[in-house]
Nanobody
Framework: VQLQAYGGGLVQAGGSLRLSCAAS????????MGWFRQYPGKEREFVAT????????FYAASVRGRFTISRDNAKNAVYLQMNSLKPEDTAVYYC????????????????WGQGTLVTVSS
C-alpha cells in the first residue's frame, strides 16, 4: 500500500485547510485510516481516525470540533478538513492505514505516507 498526502501549506490563524491522502496498491475499503502529526523533535501524535466504512471516527481532544476526517472509498482517499486553525497546529501531517479497526495508536498502523507540512501563522 502506498499513501500520498498533500494539501498542506501556509495559512493564517483562524483559517482552513483540507488535507488529502490518496491510497494505491493493495488497498481495501475495510482498512482504517488515520491522520497523525509531528512537531520537530517530538514523536508523531494522533489526530484523527476513521473506520473502513466511515461509520466510526475518533479525534484527539486538541482538534475535536475543529477537524473532520472523512473518506471516499470509491476514490481510495481520506481527507482531513481543518478549520479554525491555530499556530499550535503547525506540524507535519501524515496519513496512515491499517488492516483493522480504527485506532488511536501510532504503532497500530502498517502503512504511512510521506507527510505534508501545515504552517499556521499568528
Amino acid at each position: 500500500v502506498q499513501l500520498q498526502a498533500y494539501g498542506g501549506g501556509l495559512v493564517q490563524a483562524g483559517g482552513s485547510l483540507r488535507l488529502s491522502c490518496a491510497a494505491s496498491g493493495r488497498t481495501s475499503s475495510s482498512d482504517a485510516m488515520g491522520w497523525f502529526r509531528q512537531y520537530p523533535g517530538k514523536e508523531r501524535e494522533f489526530v484523527a481516525t476513521i473506520s473502513g466504512s466511515g461509520d466510526t471516527t475518533f479525534y484527539a481532544a486538541s482538534v475535536r470540533g475543529r477537524f473532520t476526517i472523512s473518506r471516499d472509498n470509491a476514490k481510495n482517499a481520506v481527507y482531513l478538513q481543518m478549520n479554525s486553525l491555530k499556530p499550535e497546529d503547525t506540524a507535519v501531517y501524515y496519513c496512515a492505514s491499517r488492516n483493522g479497526v480504527a485506532s488511536v495508536a501510532r504503532l497500530a498502523y502498517h502503512y504511512w505516507g510521506q507527510g505534508t507540512l501545515v504552517t499556521v501563522s499568528s
